[in-house]
């Protein structure tokens, strides 16, 4: 090294990012932050599965795949954390309250054999993430036997470990398993902001309400927001990096 050279500075701090969300704006700092995808999974979004079995429309959910693959590849792209989660339960249903077996009159029950496997058991391919939005090596996969992300999983550790206090939740379904996994973590101290048309409901009055129940009351759990502003919140780093690649 000589005299003529810069002096060598440490990478310069990313600034906190900010998200036009309701109720009012939504700032992270991408290092902190996770993307959520909670049971993006073919028991939930395809035919044939738990979702089905319980008496819903399937199709209702499709629509929030592709917004969420351009917010997975814009995150993946940032360097941003990304976890997904499964619901699901051991092949012995020992993780499986009987409260949750025999509630609601199924056509098929959780472990019945069915067209894509098992109904909602780990390791069935029914039960699995869909191809769109498959892990890539690095991102954590929680498995859950409840709906929220936190209740008997290491998901609190994970987030801890990590260093993460902010949340990007998006998933499946926006009354169930998000909003148990925002209350969840609203408690915990995480803030929480949720894409609206990155989660779904089968039922589109509960879609609307669901959203509006975050929101409310000066963002009770959270932020809402459309994934195209958060994507434009992350351009500078998604698409720095997509430049230098
Ligand atoms: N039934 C329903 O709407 N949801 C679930 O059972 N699990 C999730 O939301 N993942």
Redesign the pocket.
Same mark, same amino acid.
Not at 1 to 11: A, H, K, L, Q, V
Not at 54 to 71: F, H, K, S
Not at 119 to 126: A, P, S
């Given at each position: 090294m000589s005299e003529f050279d810069p002096i060598p500075t440490d990478p310069a701090p990313i600034e906190p990012l900010t998200v036009g969300a309701r109720p009012y704006d939504f700032t992270f700092d991408p290092a902190s932050t996770a993307l959520v995808l909670?049971?993006m999974?073919r028991d939930?979004l395809e035919p044939g599965g738990? &979702?089905e079995s319980?008496g819903?429309d399937v199709t209702q959910l499709r629509g929030t795949i592709e917004p969420l693959r351009a917010v997975l590849a814009a995150a993946r792209a940032a360097g941003l954390t990304v976890i997904h989660t499964r619901?699901g339960h051991l092949p012995d249903l020992s993780d499986l309250p009987p409260a949750k077996l025999h509630r609601g009159n199924a056509t098929l029950k959780i472990g019945d054999p069915g067209p894509k496997g098992r109904i909602l058991i780990r390791g069935e391919y029914g039960q699995d993430i869909i191809d769109e939005l498959a892990p890539v090596e690095g991102e954590t996969v929680i498995d859950k036997p409840g709906?929220g992300a936190f209740y008997a999983t290491a998901f609190g550790d994970v987030l801890a470990e990590k260093g993460i206090t902010s949340l990007i939740v998006t &998933?499946?379904?926006t009354?169930?398993?998000?909003h148990?996994t925002v209350r969840e973590a609203n408690d915990r101290g995480y803030e929480c902001l949720v894409l609206s048309d990155c989660v779904g409901?089968?039922f589109p009055d509960f879609q609307r309400v669901a959203l509006e129940m975050v929101a409310a009351q000066g963002g009770i759990f959270g932020w809402v927001a459309p994934s195209t502003e958060f994507l434009t919140a992350l351009a500078p780093l998604s698409t720095a990096a997509a430049t230098a690649s």
């Amino acid at each position: 090294m000589s005299e003529f050279d810069p002096i060598p500075t440490d990478p310069a701090p990313i600034e906190p990012l900010t998200v036009g969300a309701r109720p009012y704006d939504f700032t992270f700092d991408p290092a902190s932050t996770a993307l959520v995808l909670i049971d993006m999974q073919r028991d939930f979004l395809e035919p044939g599965g738990f &979702g089905e079995s319980l008496g819903n429309d399937v199709t209702q959910l499709r629509g929030t795949i592709e917004p969420l693959r351009a917010v997975l590849a814009a995150a993946r792209a940032a360097g941003l954390t990304v976890i997904h989660t499964r619901e699901g339960h051991l092949p012995d249903l020992s993780d499986l309250p009987p409260a949750k077996l025999h509630r609601g009159n199924a056509t098929l029950k959780i472990g019945d054999p069915g067209p894509k496997g098992r109904i909602l058991i780990r390791g069935e391919y029914g039960q699995d993430i869909i191809d769109e939005l498959a892990p890539v090596e690095g991102e954590t996969v929680i498995d859950k036997p409840g709906k929220g992300a936190f209740y008997a999983t290491a998901f609190g550790d994970v987030l801890a470990e990590k260093g993460i206090t902010s949340l990007i939740v998006t &998933g499946v379904t926006t009354e169930v398993c998000v909003h148990t996994t925002v209350r969840e973590a609203n408690d915990r101290g995480y803030e929480c902001l949720v894409l609206s048309d990155c989660v779904g409901s089968y039922f589109p009055d509960f879609q609307r309400v669901a959203l509006e129940m975050v929101a409310a009351q000066g963002g009770i759990f959270g932020w809402v927001a459309p994934s195209t502003e958060f994507l434009t919140a992350l351009a500078p780093l998604s698409t720095a990096a997509a430049t230098a690649s």
